[in-house]
């Protein structure tokens, strides 16, 4: 059985990110998978402060909030769906603190010629960003495509990136 965990990054309940995930997730009820669907906006998430203590400890140090528990379920899921409006040619700023937290999943080496990032456990997952904009025009999301690009790949050779985006979408529905 696949194992899809979802990330709804809409602040609003019934919002244009909302209903592309209900309808995608009306979609695989067909198929034999569980669904869990997460708010960034419920979690109790710290946000990440770059002290690179995970390069030692191979997973976040920060352990008072619901990181422990929601790392697990990134980790145990086959597919990762990302439902989010674009707030400034980018994601809001919840679900934004999830993805910084990913950090804690990789070993980073700095060297004289860049960062070397090399994942804990390569991911063989499916990742899908249905993101959503009132804009006329998709390319006001390419700034978050390109990091679901990096983390679908620095991540394991075994991951792919499916993107859906929705424009002209400036009210609900």
């Not at 198929?31 to 710290?46: E, F, K, M, R």
Request: charged content about 20%; proline content about 5%.
């Amino acid at each position: 059985m696949k194992k899809i965990l979802a990330f709804n990054g809409s602040p609003r309940p019934g919002g244009n990110s909302s209903q592309l995930l209900e309808r995608f997730i009306e979609g695989t009820r067909t198929n034999n998978v569980t669904t869990d669907i997460i708010s960034p906006y419920a979690l109790n998430l710290s946000h990440c402060t770059g002290c690179l203590r995970c390069n030692v400890l191979k997973r976040c140090s920060i352990t008072d909030d619901d990181w422990g528990t929601l790392s697990e379920k990134i980790l145990d899921a086959d597919i990762l769906v990302f439902a989010s409006p674009i707030y400034f040619l980018h994601l809001p700023g919840p679900l934004k603190s999830v993805i910084d937290r990913f950090r804690s999943f990789n070993n980073i080496r700095i060297t004289e010629t860049g960062l070397i990032h090399t994942p804990w456990q390569e991911w063989q997952k499916d990742i899908v960003l249905l993101l959503s904009m009132g804009s006329p025009d998709s390319f006001h999301a390419d700034q978050v495509i390109k990091l679901f690009e990096y983390i679908t790949t620095e991540m394991g050779t075994g991951n792919t990136l499916h993107v859906i985006t929705a424009i002209r979408l400036a009210v609900p529905g």
